[in-house]
C-alpha cells in the first residue's frame, strides 16, 4: 500500500488513543516520512503482545509495532523527532536498524539522542542532522518547517508538512507560555502565517483536552516553591520530571535564596542537566554539588531533585522510601514534595510510595494540596487549543496523543473554534486528506499490519 501524487495522508502507529508511544506516518507521492519514535512504560500485570505478563520491578520498554513501514523501509524518507521527551525519542535506539533513515532534530533533542545511541554502540550509524528551529528542509516529497512552540522541555518544535496537493501541521507536545524560562518561545505570528497559506489538516496534542482554562506557566512556580522550601526544617526532596530544565534552574534559584545545596538524584535527571550544559542551557550560576555530599551536610542545608515522580520502580525516590539509597537517609521531619501531576494510570503507584513515605515521617506535599502553584503542565489546556485553532485555521482536526476522552473533547473543541471538520481514530487508522477526506480502519494481524474495510470512524 504506497499513496500516489493524488494522495495526503496521515497514518499513526502509536499515540493516538494512549499518552505515549508516539510513532506517526505521513505518505505522499511513493514517500513515507515519520515523526516521533517514542515508548511507554507498561503498568505492572499489563499483558504485553508477546503474551508476557509484567511483574513489579523495573518495566521492560513497549513501543509500536515498526512493521508496517519497516517492510518500506526503501520508501521512507526521513525519521523527525519533535523533542527530547521518552514517549517521542526513547524507541529510537530499538528501532532505527529496522528503519535505516537519516534523523532530523533539534540541537538538544540531538545531544539526548547521541547519549541514548552510544548505549547500543550505534552512534555512529545513525545520520544525526541537526535543524535550526525555523529552518525548513527536503525531506524527500516533503517539505518541512521547524516551528517554535513551548513546552516542560527545551527546543520543542511544532512542524509544518508542505506537499504539492496540501500542508500539515503537527503540534508536537506544546503549550503557550509567555514566560517559559529555558529556549525559545513563540510567536503569535507564526501560526497566523500558517493559515494564510493554508493547512488542510492540524494534528494536534490532547493531553489536557478536558482542562479548563490556560496551563500555568513555568515562570509562575517559583514563588510556592521557594515558600514551602523555606519554612521546611530537614531535608527537602523535590520530585519532578527530570526532563523539565526550567524546573530544575527554579530550584536551582531557590537553594540559593534559602542556603541550601542542591543535588540531582536519579540518572536521568544528570543526564538531562549534562545536556543541558553542553548545549548552553545550563547556567554557570545554577551550581549543583555532587548526591553523594548530601548525606554529610545538615538536613537544614539539603535540597535533593530526585527522580521517581510517578512511582517508578528503582527511582530515586522509591529507593529513598524503601531507606536503600546509596547516599543517604530520609528521616522523621524531612519534606518530600511532589512538583508534578499523576499520568493517567500511575495513581496507584504514587499513592504507594507516598505512604511509604509517610510511614517514615516524612512531611509529604503534592500539587494538589500544596495550596500553591508548585507544577506546570507542559500541555495545552482548552483556551490555547482554541486560540491555536483561531490561529492556524486548518480544514480538518485530527486529535492525537490522549486517550479515548481527550481526543473527543478535543474534537468538539475544534468544531467549536470553527474548524469544519475533526476526525478521531486510534492507532493504526489511515487518515486521508486528500484527496477526499475519512478514515480506513486498520487491523493488525500476527504482528504485522493488515487492512479490512469498515465503515468511517468518527467523522465530525
Known amino acids: 500500500m504506497t499513496p500516489d501524487h493524488n494522495d495526503l495522508w496521515f497514518l499513526p502507529l502509536g499515540g ?186 492540524m494534528v494536534c496534542d490532547s493531553t489536557n483536552a478536558t482542562v479548563q482554562g490556560h496551563s500555568v506557566s513555568e515562570a509562575a512556580l517559583h514563588e510556592g516553591l521557594r515558600d514551602l522550601i523555606a519554612v521546611a526544617e530537614g531535608r527537602v526532596i523535590v520530585t519532578c520530571f527530570g526532563s523539565n530544565i526550567a524546573r530544575l534552574h527554579t530550584l536551582a534559584s531557590i537553594a540559593r535564596e534559602t542556603g541550601r545545596y542542591m543535588g540531582l538524584l536519579g540518572r536521568s535527571l544528570v543526564n538531562m542537566s549534562g545536556a543541558a550544559k ?13 548526591p553523594a555530599h548530601l548525606g554529610y551536610l545538615p538536613r537544614h542545608e539539603v535540597l535533593g531533585v530526585a527522580t521517581g515522580s510517578q512511582g517508578e520502580p528503582r527511582t530515586a525516590l522509591r529507593r529513598l522510601a524503601q531507606g536503600s539509597h546509596p547516599d543517604f537517609e530520609l528521616e522523621a521531619g524531612d519534606t518530600v514534595i511532589f512538583s508534578a501531576r499523576a499520568i493517567p494510570g500511575n495513581e496507584e503507584a504514587i499513592e504507594a510510595l507516598i505512604s511509604q513515605l509517610r510511614k517514615l515521617g516524612v512531611i509529604v506535599i503534592t500539587a494538589e494540596d500544596a495550596g500553591v502553584p508548585i507544577h506546570a503542565s507542559g500541555h495545552p489546556a482548552q483556551d490555547e487549543l482554541k486560540a491555536m485553532y483561531r490561529w492556524v485555521q486548518p480544514r480538518i482536526a485530527i486529535p492525537v496523543h490522549g486517550e479515548a476522552e481527550h481526543m473527543d473533547v478535543h474534537a468538539d473543541l475544534a468544531k467549536g473554534a470553527g474548524v469544519p471538520r475533526a476526525m478521531v481514530g486510534r492507532n493504526g487508522d489511515l487518515f486521508m486528506v486528500r484527496p477526499v477526506p475519512g478514515i480506513r480502519r486498520q487491523v493488525v494481524e500476527t504482528g504485522r499490519l493488515g487492512w479490512q474495510k469498515q465503515e468511517l470512524v468518527r467523522v465530525y
Open 16 to 201: 493516538a488513543g494512549e499518552i505515549g508511544m508516539n510513532l506517526n506516518l505521513y505518505g505522499h507521492d511513493g514517500q513515507w516520512l515519520m515523526v516521533d519514535c517514542g515508548v511507554t512504560f507498561p503498568k505492572p500485570g499489563r499483558i504485553a503482545a508477546d503474551g508476557t505478563v509484567h511483574h513489579r520491578g523495573e518495566p521492560p520498554v513497549q513501543m509500536a509495532d515498526p512493521a508496517f513501514i519497516a517492510d518500506r523501509r526503501d520508501k521512507l524518507a526521513g525519521l523527525i523527532i519533535t523533542h527530547a521527551h521518552e514517549d517521542h525519542i526513547g524507541a529510537v535506539p530499538y528501532l532505527w536498524p529496522l528503519l535505516q533513515c537519516p534523523v532530523y532534530t533539534s540541537r538538544f533533542t540531538a545531544e539526548i539522542l547521541r547519549r541514548k545511541l552510544a548505549e547500543f554502540d550505534l552512534l555512529h550509524r545513525v545520520p544525526i542532522i541537526e535543524v535550526d528551529t525555523g529552518e525548513r528542509r527536503q525531506i524527500g516529497t516533503f517539505n518541512v518547517q521547524w516551528l517554535a512552540l513551548t513546552h516542560s522541555i527545551p527546543d520543542p518544535n511544532a512542524l509544518m508538512i508542505r506537499t504539492r496537493i496540501g500542508n500539515i501541521f503537527h503540534s508536537g507536545d506544546w503549550k503557550l507560555d509567555d514566560n517559559p524560562l529555558v529556549g525559545h518561545g513563540y510567536t503569535t505570528s507564526t501560526f497566523t502565517d500558517l493559515a494564510e497559506e493554508g493547512v488542510a489538516a
Open 278 to 290: 553542553a548545549t548552553g542551557l545550563w547556567p554557570g550560576s545554577d551550581k549543583l554539588i555532587s
